[in-house]
């Protein structure tokens, strides 16, 4: 229901750019986020925007990290700024949206795109 891409190698210092595109069969988005899984760790919340762009940052990406919307389209981005290594992780776009088939509240989560901040 959710697509993302963007990821990628990047050096230490760099720039990668996340999007994450619903379905069709999404019909309306409230609050979107990006989560990143560490192996053996907790899933983290990296960043949250709400449907009127408040957006919230992790702690560790603060000032790196910006997160955008744009709701005509049901997109959305993350541009992400002096990648450092311990950023290096799959990220997981969220959504909390209505199904067009249902009429109902859902959480839908894209497949995850891997980054990778070589030091």
């Known amino acids: 229901q959710l697509q993302a891409c963007g990821g990628g190698l990047v050096q230490t210092g760099g720039s990668l750019r996340l999007a994450c595109a619903a379905s069709?069969?999404?019909?309306?988005?409230?609050?979107m986020a990006w989560y990143r899984h560490p192996p053996g760790e907790q899933r983290e919340l990296v960043a949250t925007i709400t449907r009127g762009s408040r957006t919230n940052y992790a702690d560790s990406v603060k000032g790196r990290f910006t997160i955008s919307r744009d709701n005509a389209k049901n997109t959305m981005s993350l541009q992400m700024n002096s990648l450092k290594p311990e950023d290096t992780d799959v990220y997981y776009c969220y959504a909390r949206g209505i199904s067009r088939a249902t009429m109902t509240w859902g959480d839908y989560w894209g497949q995850g795109t891997q980054v990778t901040v070589s030091s």
């Open positions: 069709g069969n999404i019909l309306s988005i409230n609050d």
